[in-house]
């Protein structure tokens, strides 16, 4: 299956993959980024449920996604 035939092909990949990392103990603290074209809330929702620290949707640039890493940086030491 590609993700011409099924455009959410991609975006259950993301969600199977941060689950994964999730569970890893080595992994479970590392933040998940998803770069996407899709910007339906419904995914953003089941993403953040999974785990994701953020949801990217392309075109970005690069002041954004530094914004966003920052973010999610400061989160995550704020909460250390």
Do not use: Y
């Not at 092909?9 to 998940?32: G, S, T, W, Y």
Request: one cysteine or more; aromatic letters at 8%.
């Amino acid at each position: 299956i590609s993700s011409r035939e099924d455009p959410f092909f991609i975006n259950k990949i993301h969600m199977i993959l941060a689950f994964e990392i999730r569970k890893n103990e080595k992994l479970k603290d590392c933040p998940v980024f998803v770069l996407t074209t899709e910007s339906s809330p419904a995914l953003k929702k089941q993403g953040a449920e999974q785990g994701v620290a953020a949801w990217i949707v392309k075109p970005f640039n690069g002041e954004k996604l530094i914004k966003v890493v920052g973010k999610v940086i400061a989160k995550s030491q704020s909460a250390a």
